[in-house]
């Protein structure tokens, strides 16, 4: 049974990573979803490859920091798919512990990053989404307030 039949979700930084496979996720799943990024090329991409998928998305550009942006992408996603039931607000940059962008962080400083999960490797974009779509879905429906963390094991330590 698939969780989102009929249902839209809205996903910022869906352009890329972890934003990017949740789109694919949800869609997978029947939801209609707004692909919302800065990067508007991106963003059109992620549709693409949710259309090709056989789903249906819109993108939709948007900074997760301008409130103004943001109403006018929950409208345009409300106009276009004529509901709105669940955000992924994942939209961010990935810094290491010293505030440095992970792109720019040095191969023995990525090693060392690695070195702390339990698990001995960083998430593949797709493992960090499957927890948003669980998250989201009816699945969850007795979670309440709880923090889930997917993180290889980082904090249990
Ligand atoms: N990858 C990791 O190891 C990791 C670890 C911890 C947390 N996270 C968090 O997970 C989220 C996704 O990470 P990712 O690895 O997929 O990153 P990514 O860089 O691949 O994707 C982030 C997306 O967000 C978009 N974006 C950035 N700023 C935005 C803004 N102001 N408004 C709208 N869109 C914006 C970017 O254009 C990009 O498409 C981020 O919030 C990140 O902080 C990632």
Redesign the pocket.
Known sequence: MIMFQGKVAFI??????????AALAFAREGARVAV????SA??QETVHLVQAAGGHAVSVQ????QAAQMESAVHTTVETFGRLDCAFN??????DEQGHL?AAVSPEERERIIAMHPIGR??Q?EE?AEAAVWLCSNRASFLCGSIVMV?GGYTVQ
Do not use: E, H, Q
């Not at 948007?62 to 920091?65: E, S």
């Not at 994942?90 to 810094?95: P, R």
């Open positions: 910022t930084g869906a352009g890329s990573g972890v934003g990017r496979a919302v990024d800065l990067d991106n963003a948007a900074d997760v920091c994942n939209a961010g940059v990935v810094i992970m960083l998430a974009a960090v993180d």
